[in-house]
């Protein structure tokens, strides 16, 4: 299916050049002098490989059309997680680098999206949101106001984020896993 480059998305499973990759990033940049271009880094499916790409925004591109399938992510082995299938309950093996940076924010028995092309998985997607524990957190600054200050916060899972300074070592709040971005406190 043809699509304009600007419309290109991270996620998204696109044939160049006669091979298929996945976007991983895409920007749009626009100069000072001169029309605006798409600027897209993508990985190769077969061999791994990433690349960036430039196109102008009127050009177009091969989208590749992807099925989706809902799996229960049970346990890393390795390079690979093992995600159960919640229909025939067959577990498979999906290579950690399709999610990238996400990969921290998985959790025991977490509902995952994968894309498949052609049966072969090209993509992974977490939920928006979980949530997780506040093992450390910066003091709060007296004389500061809440409006918008936000300190740094370190998460159960080791990532590092900025949180309100309302929000203290123990709670469970509310993060996004596109961002690593503080949404709310957990409810109780």
Do not use: C
């Not at 082995?77 to 498979?92: C, H, I, R």
């Not at 290579?95 to 028995?109: C, I, M």
């Not at 106001?145 to 309302?166: C, E, H």
């Amino acid at each position: 299916m043809k699509q304009q480059a600007n419309q290109i998305r991270a996620g998204q499973v696109i044939e160049h050049e006669g091979r298929r990759w996945t976007v991983l990033k895409q920007q749009i940049i626009t100069p000072g002098k001169g029309g605006a271009f798409i600027q897209v880094e993508m990985r190769d499916l077969k061999s791994g490989n990433k690349t960036n790409e430039r196109w102008r925004t009127a050009d177009t591109v091969e989208r590749l059309l992807t099925d989706e399938k809902e799996f229960t992510y049970s346990y890393t082995d390795g390079a690979n997680l093992v995600l159960l299938d919640n229909e025939t309950y067959e577990q498979t093996m999906v290579p950690v680098e399709l999610l990238g940076d996400a990969a921290s924010f998985l959790q025991d028995n977490m509902p995952v999206t994968v894309d498949l092309v052609e049966g072969e998985p090209v993509a992974v997607h977490l939920p928006q949101t979980v949530v997780l524990e506040v093992v450390e957190a910066d003091p709060v600054v007296r004389g500061q106001t809440a409006a918008s200050s936000y300190k740094p916060a370190r998460l159960a899972n080791g990532v590092k984020t900025m949180v309100p300074p309302f929000v203290e070592t123990g709670e469970k709040i509310v993060v996004r896993t596109e961002d690593s971005s503080y949404v709310e406190r957990a409810k109780a």
